[in-house]
């Protein structure tokens, strides 16, 4: 079995529904760009929930493959959606644990270009806002545009085209 190739984009869907669908087609228009993309699902993974009880209890055996597939890809895009004017749990607790692993739990994110899109029923824009918040105080490269999109303003193809050529002209961090 051959080693598997590390993605260019890493896109994260924070839902299994709609976001799931956007991170496909970031996914695809990073391909149409010549470049590898993966979509990796967080409701797929079932890391437990972070609370400080479940630490002590230790690590979860997911978490491991989870910080080693965020760190090969050098650029990522999450697609989540707004709960409740924020992020969804799922992404919370995700960035919980891996703030709880290491020395520098930051290294996974300093300089990392980050691109942040949005399909909610509601507006959208705060969990972005709220996104871009803890991605830039954990040290990432946000882009500065955003894609926000529900049932009546669906996403754009050349939208999405246009924040994975933005993202692909940030730099990547040396190690």
């Not at 692993?101 to 942040?116: H, M, S, Y």
Request: one cysteine or more.
């Amino acid at each position: 079995m051959s080693a598997p190739t590390c993605p260019d984009v890493l896109v994260i869907a924070a839902s299994n529904g709609q976001n799931l669908q956007l991170a496909e087609r970031f996914a695809a228009a990073a391909r149409q760009q010549g470049q590898q993309a993966e979509v990796l699902d967080l409701t797929a993974i079932g890391l437990p929930l972070f609370t400080p009880q479940a630490q002590a209890t230790g690590t979860p055996p997911e978490l491991a493959g989870l910080e080693a597939r965020l760190a090969a890809a050098p650029r990522w895009v999450i697609c989540a959606p707004e709960y409740n004017g924020s992020i969804p749990p799922v992404l919370t607790s995700a960035i919980a644990w891996l703030s709880v692993q290491g020395d520098d739990f930051r290294a996974l994110f300093n300089g990392r270009p980050v691109a942040i899109a949005s399909h909610s029923g509601g507006g959208g824009h705060t969990v972005l806002t709220a996104l871009r918040l803890q991605l830039a105080h954990l040290g990432a490269h946000v882009v500065g545009r955003q894609l926000v999109s529900n049932s009546n303003h669906p996403a754009k193809d050349d939208s999405i085209a246009d924040l994975v050529r933005r993202l692909q002209h940030l730099s990547i961090p040396q190690a």
